[in-house]
């Protein structure tokens, strides 16, 4: 089945290349785009401490897709895995999701922190983040993520 997206808008960065760690100390504007959403589409959103942003890694070319396993990122001291029980860009869909700190909301921008995204991301949607939609029990993951995590943020 194919599916067609548009994006809703895109991304400013100061990172315009694809580094897989420090993302914190990243600035970050997403910006709707004006000719498709009205100044009331973020209205509200301020409100929320954070949202989730889905985003398509589009400088993933289709060579380096992955559909089976690997090691996470290329590390031989880590299991090998399945595309899906890691979280790499090199995805079937290419696509990116990462909850966010709002920052600020001003017309069709919103300013956020931790968006491990490059500059002209296309950004497919956004949704506030609610307590309610966080992990219900107990997170378990194996070491090798723990470790993978390190520096990422």
Do not use: C
């Amino acid at each position: 089945m194919e599916l067609l997206m548009e994006a809703i808008g895109a991304v400013s960065s100061s990172r315009s290349e694809v580094l897989d760690d420090d993302w914190d100390s990243e600035n970050a504007v997403i910006s709707l785009d004006p000719a498709r959403f009205t100044k009331e589409a973020l209205w509200g959103l301020a409100e929320f401490s954070h949202a989730e942003i889905l985003f398509v890694f589009d400088q993933v070319p289709e060579s380096k897709i992955e559909r089976g396993a690997r090691r996470p990122r290329g590390n031989t001291d880590w299991p090998l895995v399945g595309i899906f029980a890691q979280r790499g860009k090199n995805r079937p869909n290419r696509i990116g999701s990462t909850v966010v700190r709002i920052e600020s909301v001003d017309g069709l921008s919103m300013k956020v922190s931790g968006l491990d995204a490059v500059d002209g991301t296309p950004v497919l949607d956004i949704k506030p983040f609610m307590a309610e939609f966080g992990p219900r029990g107990a997170v378990i993951q194996p070491r090798w993520a723990t470790e993978l995590m390190r520096g990422y943020w």
